[in-house]
């Protein structure tokens, strides 16, 4: 028996024998940091960056993200690795719209945050332009533990995140200024 | 082995005072002609019987802003595989009238050629099956590589090179 798993961390809770009360919001989150389905949308290095991430060596699926879902059905994590063309940016906005709540989105790397060193007509200055990015991960290209760490900040996102926030106008506003719904 | 003095004397002796300029920069016999000849001339080069330009290498423009008159120069480079040699032409064109008929009929390779250079330098290829963009988005309303825009704010801190590990 391997003694040496770790276990993710009860929420505060009040216990007694057979039974344990604790807050919807907190288990909820629980269940979803540590079951983050991702969508990897790699276009360039970054998303080479992001296989060697996902490999056995620094292993994403230790994260819970264990199943790469290369469609926008029940994945959680929109994971933007690469730089996006102008001409790629109604199929990036597309499949975060495809995506069903909760829904995150990292930005992986230089281009994805900011359109990095192409600073052209042609690219993208940055996916924020088109849909809102809960994470971005600098570097360019990014090493492995910079995404695992982008990954580890998503999960403290989802873990501290009301149940009804993405009901709160604020969250509405948010999605309006990008013209969704 | 063919040379560029054969081959020039060839181009000569059949379209006479409908081509000029010429020149070997690199070895690369260059030549300019007129857009009413560009087609016969491609069509003479890759039907004749020793020289055989049967490959359209490419299709690409320059803009020279500078220059009244002959803004652009669309240039096409051909190569014969049977011989292993290359040549380029240029033909140039004004600004107020950038058009030019397509070599779709000649080299089928030509159609994408064409729409790249249409959609980065805004040539018109008059008979071209169709002509869209084919790089960038289709609701761009201009021609990026032209040279009229104005260079990069030096003062710029936002994407210095540090920023890159350059």
Redesign the interface.
């Given at each position: 028996m391997a003694t040496d798993i770790k276990m993710a961390e009860a929420p505060a809770s009040y216990d007694g024998p057979g039974f344990s009360a604790t807050s919807f919001d907190k288990i909820i989150g629980l269940a979803r940091a540590n079951s983050l389905w991702p969508l990897p949308f790699a276009t360039s290095c970054c998303g080479i960056e992001f296989m060697s991430t996902m490999a056995s060596h620094y292993d994403l699926a230790r994260f819970g993200s264990e199943r790469p879902s290369f469609s926008p059905r029940q994945a959680d994590m929109l994971l933007v690795a690469g730089t996006i063309a102008?001409?790629m940016a109604p199929v990036v906005k597309q499949v975060y719209l495809q995506m069903a709540e909760p829904r995150w989105v990292v930005a992986i790397g230089?281009c994805a945050t900011?359109g990095?060193?192409f600073?052209t007509?042609?690219v993208l200055q940055g996916i924020d332009r088109i849909i809102p990015v809960d994470v971005y991960v600098p570097g360019?290209p990014p090493r492995p533990e910079q995404i695992l760490d982008g990954v580890m900040q998503i999960q403290e996102l989802a873990k501290n995140e009301s149940l009804r926030r993405r009901n709160t106008e604020e969250y509405q506003k948010l999605l309006n200024s990008y013209n969704i719904q | 082995m063919l040379t560029n003095e054969e081959v020039a004397q060839t181009i000569i002796n059949q379209f006479g005072e409908a081509v000029g300029d010429f020149d070997d920069p690199y070895d690369l016999l260059t030549f300019s002609t007129s857009r009413e000849q560009i087609i016969p001339l491609i069509s003479y080069l890759k039907d004749h019987k020793t020289l055989q330009f049967g490959f359209l290498t490419d299709i690409t423009a320059v803009h020279y802003p500078d220059s009244p008159g002959r803004e652009f120069c669309v240039v096409y480079h051909l190569h014969s595989l049977i011989n292993n040699f290359r040549l380029r032409i240029k033909v140039y064109l004004s600004k107020e009238d950038i058009h030019i008929p397509t070599a779709v009929p000649l080299f089928a390779g030509a159609n994408w050629m064409e729409r790249e250079t249409f959609d980065l330098f805004g040539v018109i290829f008059d008979g071209h099956p169709d002509l869209r963009r084919i790089?960038?988005?289709e609701e761009?309303d201009y021609h990026?590589m032209r040279r009229e825009y104005p260079l990069?704010d030096a003062t710029r801190e936002?994407?210095i090179d540090a920023?890159?590990?350059?």
């Open positions: 102008k001409k230089a900011s990095g060193i600073d007509y042609s360019c | 790089l960038n988005m761009m990026p990069e936002d994407k920023l890159f590990g350059r």
